[in-house]
C-alpha cells in the first residue's frame, strides 16, 4: 500500500486534505478504507490490522445485506402468491434485490482489494499538486475548492443520504421488519453514495486541468510579449519552451491520472447505473401495483421522488464528467494558438483517452434513460388511468 509518508512524512497535499472528511464518511458505509491507512504514519503491522478489522466490518455488512434482501424477497413471495400476480413482479424483485448484493460485494471487494490502485492515485495527486499548484495562489485555489466540494459533494452527501434514507424507508415493503428496513435503507443509501465519491475525483480532475489552463493561458501571454519586444532573446525563449515541455509532462500525468480513476471507479460505476435502472423500473412496477391492490398504502410522492433523486444522481456525475472533458477541449484549442505541432500528438491522445473514460456514461445513461422513460410513462399511464 502506498502511504504517503514515503514522500512527505508529516504533511499531506491539499486534494487529499479536502477529500479526508468525505472518505470517513465512506468509512461507514464500507466503500472506502479509512484515511489513515493511507496517508499516516502507522507502521505496516498497525496498517495490516486495521485491514483486517475493517475486512471483518465490511464482511458483516455483506451478510446483513444477504439476510436483508433474503427477508424482502420472501416478503414478495408471500405478496405475489396472495395477490395472484404475475412472475414479473418476482423476477423484477429478485434481479434487484440480487443486484443489491452484487453490487455491494463487488465495491466491498474493490475496496479491500483495490488499495494499491487508490494509493497510486493519491500518488499522482500529490505529484501534480506539487509541479502545478506551486506556482499558483495555492491559498486562493484551496479555498475555492474547499467551498466548491462543500457546495456540490458536501451538500449533495447530506442530502443524498437523508432523502435515500427516509424514502426508501417509506416504500419498503409494509411487512418488513423494522430492523430490515433499517438495514435496506443503509445499504441503498451506501450504494448511491459511491457516486459522490466518484465526483468528488472527477471535481479534483477538473481543478487540475483548470490549473494547467490558467499556466497555458500565462505561456501564451508570456510568448505574445516576447514575440512584440524581445524576440531576440534567446534565454527569456528558451525558459517559455522549458514551460512548455514541463507543462506536456504535467499533462502526461493527468493522462495517469485519468486512467487509474478509471480502473479504479469503472466497473462499481457501470453497476451502478445498471442498479439505478432495475431500482426504477422496480419502484414504477410497485407504485402500480400497490394502487391496485394495497390502496391504503399508496405512498407514490415517495416513490416518483424516489425515482427522481436516482435519476439525478446519475446525471450529476455526467455532468462533472462532461465538465471534465469541456474544459480540457479549452486546453486543446489553446496548445493550436501556441502553433507547436510538437505538442499535438501528445494532447490528442490524452483528450482521446480522457473521452474514452467518461463517454461510455454519457452513452449508457442515453440509452438507459431512454428504455426507462417509456416503461415509467406507461406505467404512470395506466396509474392515472386507475385513480380516474
Known sequence: MWSMENHTRNSTTKYINLIKLYQWIFVIFGINLPPNMYYGNLSLIKRKLFHLIYGIYCGILFGLA????????????????????DNITEIISYLHHGWIVVLMGCIEIKTLFG????????????????????????????LSLKWKLLWNSGMWTFFLISSITYLSHEIIASGMPTLGKIFNSFFLTALQVKSVEYMLYLQIIYDIIHEIHES???????????????????????????????????????WFLVEKV???????IFLLFIHNGLCIVYTVNWAYLRVIYEPKYTTQAFRYSYILILLLNIFLMCYFAEKCIGRYRSIADLLNNFKLTLHQPKQLRILKMVLIVFAFIVILIQFKMEDVSLGALYATQKLFGKWN
Open 216 to 254: 497555458l493561458e500565462n505561456l501564451q501571454s508570456q510568448m505574445a510579449l516576447v514575440n512584440r519586444y524581445m524576440a531576440h532573446d534567446l534565454e527569456l525563449c528558451g525558459i517559455i519552451v522549458q514551460n512548455l515541455i514541463k507543462s506536456q509532462q504535467n499533462l502526461n500525468k493527468l
Open 115 to 142: 488499495n494499491r490502485q487508490l494509493g497510486e492515485i493519491f500518488k499522482l495527486l500529490q505529484e501534480l499538486e506539487n509541479e502545478i499548484c506551486s506556482r499558483t495562489l495555492k491559498t486562493r485555489n484551496s
Open 66 to 85: 444477504l439476510f436483508t434482501v433474503h427477508t424482502h424477497n420472501c416478503i414478495v413471495e408471500g405478496a405475489v402468491e396472495r395477490h395472484k400476480l
Open 262 to 268: 478509471d480502473g479504479y471507479f469503472a466497473a462499481t
